[in-house]
């Protein structure tokens, strides 16, 4: 399974990343998933992704160093699900720009608008 990584944050280091792929997003999802990433990775002590399955699905991921027993894992579930929750518009317009951009349906599905 290939997942592409949309953005990713880190508490550690202090840096965010956009993938380069995804800087046609506009603007202000751009900033959404910037303050998601960011905002996650400090909350968690962790670095945070968030990105694409193969199949449009977006994935959301925490990486916490080796030596950090403190992690809390139940706690950054309970984080992505409200995520997941509260956010349920912006994962929703992820997940459509993702399927006419990336995937052959959406090939598909810009013919045949384009075709209209």
């Known amino acids: 399974m290939n997942d592409l990584v949309l953005a990713a944050a880190s508490y550690e280091k202090q840096k965010y990343y956009l993938e380069p792929k995804f800087q046609a997003l506009p603007e202000a999802i751009q900033e959404d998933v910037r303050i998601i990433c960011v905002t996650t990775a400090q909350k968690l002590g962790c670095t945070f992704l968030m990105g694409f399955h193969q199949d449009g699905e977006i994935y959301f991921e925490t990486v916490k160093q ?13 984080e992505i699900k ?8 912006l994962i929703s ?10 995937t ?5 599905l810009k ?5 209209q």
């Open 93 to 102: 317009a992820l997940k459509v720009w993702y399927t006419v951009f990336f």
């Open 66 to 78: 080796e030596d950090d027993f403190n992690f809390d894992e139940i706690g950054a579930e309970l």
């Open 82 to 89: 409200e995520i997941i929750r509260t956010q349920k518009e």
């Open 104 to 108: 052959e349906d959406g090939e598909q």
């Open 111 to 115: 013919d045949t608008l384009l075709n």
